[in-house]
């Protein structure tokens, strides 16, 4: 029988993945023109970069190392680094998505393994509460963002109405003067043809 941890597995995949997470979120948060956005991606991405350095450490304390992924992080990266919306990425890499309120996660199955011990059940513990609390601020960041789209294609909606109505206006204005024009230059003619007879 081997010694090694039945959830090396589990403890190998969160530090990767949480690595890969606070790649692409600290170069999201480098290349936002949002002030919230960005601080609410520095946020996340301080937490996954510790995921990741304290699985890390931990797997070394169990006497292994970190096998990276096969995973390539180009794509996320470019995605996020590209000039797309942030609502866009937002929605490609399926953040708002990850906070499922009440429904069952992907972390309520974490602990059916009974043999993990408590150094590694304590950073369980607070790995998943942390990650939920950021599921919920990326959810709301996202409300945030959905609400300023709205907000600015209706203002957008209102403007090009404006800008109809004025251009409108002004047509109209444009067809008095002419006429307004052609009734004086009419009758200042007659006038002058009467005062010289």
Same mark, same amino acid.
């Given at each position: 029988m081997s010694d090694k941890p039945s959830y090396l597995g589990l403890l190998n995949a969160i530090a990767v993945a949480e690595g890969r997470a606070h790649a692409y979120l600290t170069a999201w948060a480098e290349t936002t023109k949002s002030d919230d956005v960005r601080a609410v991606l520095r946020k @996340?991405?301080?937490? /996954?970069? /510790?995921?990741a350095m304290t699985f890390g450490r931990r797997i070394n304390e169990l006497g292994y190392d970190v096998r990276p992924g096969d995973d390539d992080d180009a794509a996320a990266i470019a995605l996020v680094t590209s000039d797309r919306s942030d609502l866009d990425k937002m929605e490609t890499l399926k953040l708002h998505r990850l906070d499922r309120g009440d429904k069952p996660d992907i972390f309520d199955d974490f602990f059916k393994d009974h043999?993990?011990? @408590?150094a590694t059940g304590a950073l369980l513990g607070r790995y998943i509460a942390e990650e939920r609390d950021s599921a919920q601020l990326f959810k709301q960041c996202h409300a945030l963002l959905k609400q300023a789209e709205r907000g600015s294609s209706v203002d957008d909606d209102r403007l090009a109405s404006l800008e109809r109505k004025v251009d409108a206006l002004c047509g109209t204005v444009d067809q008095l003067c002419a006429a307004v024009t052609a009734t004086d230059s009419g009758s200042n003619g007659s006038r002058t043809k009467a005062r010289t007879k």
């Open positions: @996340i991405a301080a937490r /996954e970069g /510790e995921h043999s993990i011990d @408590i």
